[in-house]
């Protein structure tokens, strides 16, 4: 298979102390910070972004048939300190998606599990690159 590369990067730029944004090549920003504030942390962040990335990917997938009647992922994970580090355990996604009665709604139903393993196993970024071994180097300039 053929191997196709994006770069991508992001900036973080400090607001002030504790308060962080995230900045990308766009002009985007979203501000986060420690647990102290309304913002969110960083591990919120990655909480979205899986969260974010498995619905779009089965939003694209299933509204194709039908538009939802209602569409809420939830991704819950426990936050542990161990002799490995900080990390999060028992990361699970759940889907609460229904679609209207009718032939378009049955399409779009039957075609949700699927979408879902599909993120889970080969679209979602996100999703992929937590599970498969992605080392993470670290450059001080």
């Known amino acids: 298979m053929a191997t196709d590369t994006k770069h991508l990067s992001m900036n973080v730029e400090r607001v002030s102390a504790g308060r962080y944004a995230a900045v990308n090549a766009r002009g985007g920003r979203i501000v986060f910070g420690s647990a102290g504030g309304e913002e969110f942390t960083p591990t919120e962040l990655l909480l979205l972004a899986l969260g974010g990335c498995t619905a779009i990917d089965v939003d694209i997938l299933t509204s194709r048939r039908a538009e939802p009647d209602a569409f809420e992922i939830t991704v819950d994970a426990d936050k542990v300190r161990d002799e490995e580090g ?38 979602c970024t996100v999703g992929r690159t937590v599970e498969l071994p992605t080392p993470v180097a670290t450059r001080v300039l």
Do not use: K, Q, W
């Open 86 to 123: 900080n990390h999060l355990t028992g990361v699970e996604i759940t889907y609460r998606i229904s679609f209207p009665a009718g032939a378009d709604g049955d399409n779009a139903r039957s075609v949700l599990p699927e979408a879902v393993r599909r993120s889970h196993e080969r679209l």
